[in-house]
């Protein structure tokens, strides 16, 4: 099976800018998580998609929104960046989500200037 | 609410020596949690979760009920097991947010 992907792999934005991120989850998992990685805060987690349906969400702004496709593909979109959404952003998929693995992708490096 | 903790940002041993990276939960209910492990330049894997109670690389996490706790152990260290270790709770949904631990960096000197 292909693992999880993601696009694109680095991403150079300048404040105020939007960004989206996409992510492909392997085949047949219908739950998709996103985080986002920083070396003061480890993994935080964004939120949690299941069946095109947001299941879960972490303590971000409403900046950071996300959405699920029929097909399971997952974007991940921040509006009005600041220097502080510097990070890696990290998508995991996993069967049904639940107690299940979760299968993360090699991540989208977001530097915003 | 469920919560893990992950004390030490760093441990540092030399090969041959035995490791334990240390996770402390909170949890409400039947807990469920993992051992993620990110070695150099590559992306987020799972280790080991504790109800297969297998034995990866070497490691292993017995869960402590009693003292809430989830700790990684591997008897011999080898320089192939430097990396970061996240220990992790399930995804769960609703109200409740699954926090990983913030990472211990494990790094094993020759």
């Known amino acids: 099976k292909a693992g999880v992907t993601q696009t694109p792999r680095y991403l150079i934005k300048t404040r105020g800018q939007q960004v989206t991120l996409s992510c492909s989850p392997i085949s047949g998992h219908r739950s998709v998580s996103w985080y986002q990685q920083t070396p003061g805060q480890g993994l935080q987690f964004l939120f949690e998609?299941?069946?095109?349906?947001?299941?879960n969400k972490g303590n971000f702004p409403g900046r950071f929104s996300g959405r699920q496709f029929s097909n399971s593909r997952s974007e991940m979109n921040v509006s009005t960046l600041e220097l502080g959404d510097s990070a890696l952003y990290l998508c995991?998929?996993?069967?049904?989500?639940?107690?299940?693995?979760?299968?993360f992708g090699p991540g989208t490096r977001l530097t915003v200037t | 609410a469920q919560r893990v903790t992950q004390p030490e940002k760093l441990l540092s041993v030399f090969k041959g020596a035995p490791v334990e990276l240390k996770c402390n939960y909170s949890?409400?209910?039947?807990?469920?949690l993992f051992w993620y492990v990110q070695y150099s330049r590559q992306r987020l894997q799972l280790l080991l979760r504790?109800?297969s109670r297998e034995s990866i690389k070497g490691f292993t996490a017995d869960l402590n009920k009693g003292e809430t706790s989830f700790h990684l152990k591997k008897p011999f260290a080898q320089e192939e097991d430097s990396a970061m270790y996240y220990c992790?709770?399930?995804?769960?949904?609703?109200?409740?947010?699954?926090?990983f631990g913030r990472g211990t960096s494990l790094i094993v000197h020759p």
């Open positions: 949890y409400s209910g039947s807990p469920e």
């Open positions: 995991a998929s996993s069967s049904l989500g639940g107690r299940d693995e979760q299968y």
């Open positions: 992790a709770p399930p995804l769960t949904g609703g109200s409740y947010i699954p926090t």
């Open positions: 998609y299941f069946s095109e349906t947001q299941r």
């Open positions: 504790h109800i």
